[in-house]
């Protein structure tokens, strides 16, 4: 009987009853691609949120850094301040010529890591984003209200970010 049963599937006959059988439960193949797709999706995921993860890694990385970099800086300004005032106040040629090397090479340090003076000068108007007023002077004449009338410290930033704000004076209304 079963070879009865072979001869009649060999010529493409078939039972229905067998037929329908298969057709209600998936083959291994569907079950296998059905696996494989999954296990596609899930590997894209995956890749996505590593990829996310490593961007946020590195830019945490360099925010760390050049904050770091900035609050190292920041400690070494006041030898910055002192050799200005040693520059203002000393009258020998040699010796200024000898301060103003070391201020310009200390400058250029600065440079390398990314930090630059703020400019502000005498004169300039008044703006809290890059400095503080340590006292107010009431206006002489010719002089405009809220206007620059003394730095006391330079300002510094890294970038867009102070990371020392210039101390000046300011004249009031």
Same mark, same amino acid.
């Given at each position: 009987?079963a &070879?009865k049963k072979?001869?009649?599937?060999?010529?493409?006959q078939?039972?229905? &009853?067998?037929?329908?059988e298969?057709?209600?439960?998936?083959?291994e193949?569907?079950? @296998?691609?059905?696996? @494989?797709?999954?296990y596609?999706?899930?590997?894209?995921?995956?890749?996505?949120?590593?990829d996310?993860?490593?961007?946020?890694?590195?830019? @945490?990385?360099s925010? @760390?850094?050049?904050d770091?970099?900035?609050?190292?800086v920041?400690?070494i300004?006041p030898?910055?301040?002192?050799?200005?005032?040693?520059?203002?106040?000393?009258?020998? %040629?040699?010796?200024?010529?000898?301060?103003?090397?070391?201020?310009?090479?200390?400058?250029?340090v600065?440079?390398?890591?990314?930090?630059?003076?703020?400019?502000?000068? =005498?004169?300039?108007?008044f703006?809290?984003?890059?400095?503080?007023?340590?006292?107010?002077?009431?206006?002489?004449?010719g %002089?405009?209200?809220?206007?620059?009338?003394?730095v006391? &410290?330079?300002?510094y930033?890294?970038?867009? &970010?102070?990371?020392?704000?210039? =101390?000046?004076?300011?004249?009031?209304?």
């Open positions: 009987m &070879k072979q001869e009649t599937i060999e010529e493409g078939t039972d229905n &009853k067998e037929e329908a298969v057709s209600a439960e998936p083959s193949l569907e079950k @296998a691609q059905a696996l @494989a797709e999954d596609k999706r899930k590997w894209y995921s995956v890749s996505a949120e590593y996310n993860y490593r961007k946020r890694n590195s830019a @945490a990385v925010k @760390a850094y050049a770091g970099a900035a609050e190292a920041l400690k300004l030898v910055a301040d002192n050799f200005g005032y040693a520059l203002d106040s000393t009258s020998d %040629e040699k010796t200024k010529a000898g301060i103003e090397k070391i201020i310009k090479n200390f400058n250029t600065l440079a390398s890591l990314g930090i630059q003076e703020i400019e502000i000068k =005498q004169g300039d108007e703006d809290e984003n890059i400095a503080e007023a340590i006292m107010n002077f009431p206006c002489e004449e %002089e405009k209200p809220n206007t620059v009338k003394q006391l &410290k330079k300002g930033k890294c970038g867009e &970010k102070v990371i020392r704000f210039a =101390q000046v004076t300011v004249t009031a209304s």
